[in-house]
């Protein structure tokens, strides 16, 4: 009998500071119709001083595993989508790991930019699967302000803090192909790296860096791969976009979400948009998204959810699962 995976609660949390686009119109050339207008930014929540990933990330795993009726003694594994780290080394899972008492098991990041939750959830559903561990917390949390240029308003007005989470259990499992984490698809490009990076590092310049993006060609790009996963997806599983109830995508930008709602012909009324109110949170954007539909009553057990998302490498990716 095989094994499969099944998502049994989600959790999120937000820094309780709040920068208004007419906050940031004070500090750098910009104005709230502008960003709505090209990005459909209202606000961002900013991480507050001592505030770090790793307490962002527990607040969010507490929130799920709370929802999931479940205790950190329950766990025995947790992946972590960053691209923020508190430090260098030890993975800041491992402070997670620490902070929730979970003295067994494993812990450890991966670092797919704004792709990092698809891809910390994919390989975790992957380890449940082989049997290595049975209960996992998966979490997207960012201090992502933290690398931003507060004087390029190109990035500065893009980007908040927060984290989401969705906590995982394997059984086994002999029912319908179509009833828990189902299939995914990641993919990245190297060669596309220098239209969206931080110019900074451990091994490079020995700094931290800021973020530098070429807008309008990671647009582009998004719109044309994110729809080639999503496609990859369908047939894989030979589910059409009709089959899907709701569409939770990486909240980066309105107008990426609705290029490729436009393109796959995914009505506007089965998309998650939650970009409004916490800009793009990197990798943890799609738990808060789907947090957001599960609390808010929309995104009910048994649905079927697609999300995808693209961030720098370039990496993207979809993944397809029922609640």
């Known amino acids: 009998m095989a094994r499969r995976s099944f998502i049994r609660g989600t959790g999120s949390y937000l820094p309780t500071k709040v920068l208004t686009n007419d906050d940031l119109s004070k500090m750098v050339d910009t104005s709230h119709e502008w960003i709505v207008e090209r990005t459909g930014i209202h606000q961002r929540h900013i991480a507050a001083e001592g505030e770090m990933t790793s307490d962002i990330a527990t607040a969010a795993a507490r929130d799920a595993l709370a929802a999931a009726g479940l205790t ?15 430090q260098t080394f030890p993975a800041t899972a491992t402070a997670v790991q620490a902070k929730l008492g979970m003295t067994g098991g494993a812990a450890f990041d991966v670092q797919a930019v704004c792709s990092g939750f698809l891809f910390a959830l994919s390989t975790a559903d992957s380890m449940l699967k082989q049997g290595l561990f049975n209960t996992a ?28 989470a969705v906590v995982l259990q394997a059984e086994e499992w002999d ?32 700094t931290i860096g800021h973020v ?64 409004d109110q916490h800009a793009n949170t990197s990798a943890a954007s799609i738990p ?36």
């Open 72 to 86: 950190p003694a329950d766990l025995d594994l947790i992946v972590l989508g960053t691209t923020t780290p508190d």
């Open 137 to 164: 917390v998966v979490i997207g949390a960012e201090t992502f302000t933290r690398l931003l240029d507060w004087s390029d308003r190109g990035t500065c007005v893009l980007f908040g803090d927060g984290g989401g």
């Open 175 to 206: 029912g319908a192909e179509d009833e828990g984490v189902i299939t995914h698809h990641i993919r990245t490009d190297g060669t596309k790296s220098d239209l969206l990076y931080v110019d900074g590092g451990v091994s490079s310049t020995g």
């Open 212 to 275: 530098r993006m070429e807008g309008n060609r990671v647009f582009r790009h998004a719109v044309a791969n994110i729809s080639a996963a999503i496609q990859a997806v369908l047939d894989d599983t030979g589910l059409t976009i009709e089959d899907i109830d709701w569409f939770v995508p990486h909240q980066a930008n309105k107008r990426i979400l609705d290029a490729v709602a436009k393109k796959m012909n995914i009505h506007e009324d089965k998309v998650i948009i939650t970009v």
């Open 288 to 323: 808060l998204a789907l947090n957001h539909a599960v609390r808010t009553g929309r995104a009910k057990k048994g649905d079927l959810i697609l999300s995808e998302a693209m961030g720098g490498g370039f990496s993207w990716g979809a993944s397809l699962f029922r609640l």
